[in-house]
């Protein structure tokens, strides 16, 4: 989102999704559509007060990325504008899965994902040189 400073020059501030209950939880959230929790709401509305106001407002077009995304730009009355290119990485079998579950379970794999996460992609998920080419698309449109 970029935004004027004192010199004119353009800065822009990535945000990621304020807390929604998978990330409380410790679940894999890279795809998914779900809601902020109040503390994800209280945070945005916190951050959307340090950021002050936007002349524009992107986002992912999943539910907790939305309505970060309103929190942020409602005082500043801009309209958010969703790219669909802006979407977390899937993660295929992972996606939903509690963090310490699939350190176990996918041991030896999600320990190379670690190591060197363009070398390997998630069971069933998305690689993350594709996901690198979707949102250069997305913020090059």
Known sequence: MPGPTENGVFRMVLIRAAET???RDGRM???VDVPLTDRGRTAARRLAGEIGA???VYS???QSS???AEIVANGADVPVRV???LR???YGLWEGQILVDV???FSRIYEAWVRDPFCIAPPGGEETEDAVRRTRAATNS
Do not use: C, H, I, K
């Open 21 to 23: 209950g998978f990330r």
């Open 29 to 31: 959230e890279g795809d």
């Open 54 to 56: 936007p002349v524009a």
């Open 60 to 62: 992912a077009g999943n």
């Open 66 to 68: 939305r309505e970060t």
């Open 83 to 85: 790219l669909s290119g």
């Open 88 to 90: 977390g990485l899937s």
């Open 103 to 105: 350190r176990q379970r």
